[in-house]
Each structure stands twice: as C-alpha cells, then as structure tokens.
Nanobody, 123 residues
Framework: QVQLVESGGGLVQAGGSLRLSCATS????????MGWYRQAAGEQRELVAI???????VYANSVKGRFTITRDNAKNTVYLQMSSLKPEDTAVYYC?????????????????WGQGTQVTVSS
C-alpha cells in the first residue's frame, strides 16, 4: 500500500506564492520520477513539472521561470514552489509518483496519484 498526501494549497492573490508538498509512504522500494499535474475546471489534466530520481527537471512552458520543483529523497517528498502566481494557475494540483514496490519475489513499478489540492489565484 502506497499513499501520496498533498498539502499547501489555498487562496492567494495574483503575484503571490504558494508551496505545495507531497509526502509518500508505504511499501516503497524506490521512487523514480515525481511530478505535479493540474486540472482546471472544464479542462484536461496537464503536466506542470517533473523531477527524476537524479534531479533532472521538466517544466510546462506556462510555468517556466515561476515554478520550481524539488524533492527530498530522504523524506520521500516532492515540493512545488510557485511564485508570481496568475489567475490562470487556478486549478486542482495533483502529485504523481512512479514508484517501485516490493513484492514477494521482486519489485514492480506503478503510477500513484495524490488526492489533489486546490490552488486558487484571485486577480
């Protein structure tokens, strides 16, 4: 059993900042990539940022220069520092992790998602 628990969402004015956290726990052998996605009302879920186990990062063009993704491997936690927020950043933000779990004979790799946290940016 693996759990992803997100925190840090809320209401902020345009130009403000928020920091999202996503802590993983459970039967984890290793965590490969971790990332954040978001889904605005009436829209499809989209990638915000990904960070690999080696620290490589990928960002959506819309957030480059404003958002920073980091991870603490000792805590199995990924963070998203969001600055210069815009009303169009309003969405439910979901944490994602590609995790290898222990099985009786070896390990298996699965995708896991957090429950989502609402970020609302007022103009």
């Amino acid at each position: 059993q693996v759990q992803l628990v997100e925190s840090g969402g809320g209401l902020v004015q345009a130009g403000g900042s928020l920091r999202l956290s996503c802590a993983t726990s459970g039967n984890i052998f290793s965590i490969n990539s971790m990332g954040w996605y978001r889904q605005a009302a009436g829209e499809q879920r989209e990638l915000v940022a990904i960070i690999t186990s080696g620290g490589g990062t990928v960002y959506a063009n819309s957030v480059k220069g404003r958002f920073t993704i980091t991870r603490d491997n000792a805590k199995n936690t990924v963070y998203l520092q969001m600055s210069s927020l815009k009303p169009e950043d309003t969405a439910v933000y979901y944490c994602h992790a590609d995790i290898s779990v222990r099985t009786i004979w070896s390990t298996e790799e699965y995708d896991y998602w957090g429950q989502g946290t609402q970020v609302t940016v007022s103009s």
